[in-house]
């Protein structure tokens, strides 16, 4: 069932992503066109440069995303003596970086230092790494392999890091985490990962029985100043797909009982009522 999922979320997503959109809207303007039918081509032409511009002239994207990344708080207060540190992948390209023959770090590299930076802080902590990879293409290259490459050349090989290489999602990472480490009840775990995705992790390490104390990092939100113009396409583009990615992965996620809540946040993480 999980590969079930697997395969039919990339294959909706790369369906319904804007960039996808935008590209149907001009070749459906295109083909208008070319059929005669003049006032639906100027239609689509003009749907299509509305967006274009609303696109790349203002923060769409972080307008979404914001919400998300608002959620648990950034430099929040971590435990004394946690007993483990969990970073999710995402951050490393496993076929760029057997391509190259060297460890190939993406957007999310904060997750990357922020684990390095909670190993000294914890050094009696468990480290531990889990992403394989969420290609549908190229499952034979596992994050985990080049990341172990990577924290080896960065002296970190003396520390005793579990490696979780078969995860292709969100889930399948707390599932797969949690059939490795059998977390005990009381134990605390902190959790890495960027601060977008941390709500449907969170979500789903709650759902598998596990809490865990959130630490967001790579923030795409320019919190004080969500209301500008300037013209960025490229990126506003970027950060408007990750930011609708995330919404559809919560709701999609929801829907088939992987989480509890739709937006988990630091107040009732786990769905847990409090007495006070």
Same mark, same amino acid.
């Given at each position: ?24 809207? %001009?070749?459906? *303007? ?5 059929? !005669? +039918? ?13 967006? @274009? ?12 995303? &914001? ?17 483990? $540190? ?5 951050? $490393? ?6 391509? +190259? ?20 802080? &914890? ?20 994050? *985990? ?11 970190? !090989? ?9 995860? /292709? ?19 605390? +775990? ?12 969170? !979500? ?5 029985? +596990? ?5 967001? $990092? ?7 100043? @969500? ?10 583009? /970027? ?5 609708? /990615?995330?919404?559809? !992965?919560?709701?999609?996620? /929801? ?15 786990? %769905? ?5």
């Amino acid at each position: 069932m999980e590969s079930v999922f697997f395969f039919a979320s990339k294959i909706v997503w790369a369906l319904i992503t804007p960039g996808s959109l935008l590209v149907t809207l %001009g070749m459906a *303007a295109w083909l208008s066109l070319i059929a !005669g +039918w003049q006032k639906m081509s100027r239609f689509f032409l003009s749907l299509t440069a509305l967006l @274009l511009l609303l696109v790349g002239t203002l923060p769409l994207g972080e307008w979404l995303i &914001y919400p998300l990344e608002n959620r648990f708080a950034a430099n929040a207060a971590l435990p004394m003596s946690p007993a483990g $540190v969990i970073v999710l992948g995402g951050a $490393v390209n496993p076929a760029l970086s057997d391509t +190259w023959g060297q460890t190939e770090i993406g957007d999310a590299a904060e997750r990357l230092t922020a684990f390095m930076y909670l190993a000294n802080l &914890y050094p009696d902590s468990q480290l531990v790494f889990t992403g394989g990879s969420g290609s549908i293409t190229e499952q034979a290259y596992k994050e *985990a392999d080049y990341t172990r490459f990577l924290f080896e050349q960065l002296a970190m !090989g003396e520390r005793a890091i579990i490696y979780e290489s078969e995860s /292709r999602n969100t889930a399948e990472n707390a599932l797969h985490s949690k059939t490795l480490l059998n977390p005990q009840a009381g134990e605390e +775990w902190i959790l890495i990962t960027s601060a977008f995705h941390m709500p449907r992790a969170v !979500g789903v390490f709650c759902k598998a029985g +596990w809490p865990v104390t959130p630490y967001p $990092v790579d923030h795409y939100s320019e919190k004080d100043e @969500l209301l500008r113009v300037n013209y960025r396409f490229s990126g506003n583009l /970027r950060t408007l797909e990750t930011a609708i /990615r995330e919404w559809v !992965g919560l709701l999609a996620y /929801r829907i088939t009982g992987r989480t509890d809540r739709l937006l988990p946040g630091d107040q009732n993480a786990c %769905g847990i009522e409090s007495d006070a």
